[in-house]
């Protein structure tokens, strides 16, 4: 079975950095794109950043030049290291990816459990 798993979220002052991860494990084939997404209190998820496997980054515009993505095909993990943390980037944080798997052969989407970051004083 695949599965994805985020760490590293926390409690950071504004102005702060944290570095989220996401491991992806299982019968995996291949993996395509791999993205983060986040979801605030009482919003709709929304995209934060995505790497594709051969290609450059995209990001929202509300984290360009604050957020970084990067991604270790040889680890199946995906990265986000987010610096200059505002606490309008409070939200709980999911890893996304498309991955085949190597039983069925079949491509499907899958999610991490979500990581909570929160940035307050």
């Known amino acids: 079975q695949i599965q994805l798993v985020e760490s590293g979220g926390g409690l950071v002052q504004p102005g702060g950095s944290l570095r989220l991860s996401c491991a992806a494990s299982?019968?995996?084939?291949?993996?395509?794109?791999m993205n983060w997404y986040r979801q605030a209190p009482g919003k709709e998820r929304e995209s934060v950043a995505g790497?594709?496997?051969?290609?450059?980054?995209t990001y929202a515009d509300s984290v360009k030049g604050r957020f970084t993505i990067s991604r270790d095909n040889a680890k199946n993990t995906v990265y986000l290291q987010m610096n200059s943390l505002k606490p309008e980037d409070t939200a709980v944080y999911y890893c996304?990816?498309?991955?085949?798997?190597?039983?069925?052969?079949?491509?499907?989407?899958?999610w991490g459990q979500g990581t909570q970051v929160t940035v307050s004083s």
């Open positions: 790497m594709p496997s051969g290609g450059s980054a």
């Open positions: 996304n990816a498309r991955i085949r798997d190597s039983y069925s052969g079949y491509w499907r989407e899958y």
């Open positions: 299982g019968s995996i084939s291949s993996i395509a794109a």
